[in-house]
């Protein structure tokens, strides 16, 4: 198979599983609806936002780094997926000790828990965003189309099971985490080097401003704060 076969067989794959994916998630959502009240998806959106912000950080823009570098080694990949998932690991323990705080805010508690839980979500982040990348690069998305699909099916009986049980909100945490981890855990085929963080900082130590300094990272961060500012403000003009 040539260049040019293999990027169009790619692509479809690609397509596939966008679709796949959009398809299988939106019968799901019809399903739930129908066996959830309507203000527990508000809830979900609420807790959704506080850990997109923190989901920026955990991007960072460095993956998407290593899909335009011209020849990225093993050492490239091994080093930002340790710098990731150790910085998703300090942002997860900060949402966990501040979710009290945040659940006072929105005078909700029930926030604190669904916070906790569904923050995983970001430690799982640290992992996918990598892997992701070494897929990527050389467009094996063949590979995403199995991992999405199945973390898709998989996560979508375990909320409507949840949910025929009558655990309520909980039905679509789970959904959620288990739809992160399941599509993760098939995207699983970089090497690592546990000696590579340390090696490459040695050798760089500008790298973790660096990332801080990534213009991707600096106009997500930009974006999904305004978003927040946006639903904080909706959410005092509903109390008043």
Known sequence: MDNRQRVVSNLIWRFMERCGAQLVSFAVSVVLARLLEPELYGTIALVTVITSILLVFADSGMANALIQKKDPDDLDFSSVFFFNLIFCIVLYAGLYFA???????????ELTAILRVLGLTIVVAGIKNVQQAYVSKPM???RFFFATLGGTLFSGAVGITMALMGYGIWALVAKELVNVTVNTAGGLHLELDADALAQSIGENPGLPVTII???TFIQNLANNYYFAQTLVNNQQFTQL
């Not at 979710?99 to 508690?109: G, T």
């Open 140 to 142: 094996q998305f063949k």
């Open 213 to 215: 300094q990534n213009q």
């Open 99 to 109: 979710s009290p705080l945040l659940a006072k805010l929105y005078k909700a508690q």
